[in-house]
Nanobody, 121 residues
Framework: VQLQALEGGSVQAGGSLRLLCSVS????????IGWARQVPGKERELVGG????????WYADSVKGRFAISRDNAKNTAYLQMNSLKPEDTAVYYC???????????????WGQGTQVTVSS
């Protein structure tokens, strides 16, 4: 399975952005989706994930209440809605999948290319 995070960009603090995760290639059964971010010189940070049906999700404390993950399996697309953005949210954002599961996951076996998000103060 191949993934690509799309539609990053620049926004002022307090603003919103919605990232897309396009999933393509041979998909076998179901998969959980996760989102992560990375700042140069720091470890990649998982920010949240959603199960196959989209009815269960989890979020890191740093984004809880501001970010929301959803998915449209018919379109093989997942979304990361980011509200009330802060300068510290600036990072490259990645989407990921854990294949062969319908459950919520905290680790992933397929990673896509990232997209830059820049939040200015």
């Amino acid at each position: 399975v191949q993934l690509q995070a799309l539609e990053g960009g620049s926004v002022q603090a307090g603003g919103s952005l919605r990232l897309l995760c396009s999933v393509s290639g041979r998909t076998v059964g179901s998969y959980a989706i996760g989102w992560a971010r990375q700042v140069p010189g720091k470890e990649r940070e998982l920010v949240g994930g959603v199960n196959w049906s989209g009815d269960t999700s989890w979020y890191a404390d740093s984004v809880k209440g501001r970010f929301a993950i959803s998915r449209d399996n018919a379109k093989n697309t997942a979304y990361l809605q980011m509200n009330s953005l802060k300068p510290e949210d600036t990072a490259v954002y990645y989407c990921a999948a854990r294949t062969g599961t319908t459950e919520l996951s905290y680790w992933y076996d397929s990673w896509g290319q990232g997209t830059q998000v820049t939040v200015s103060s």
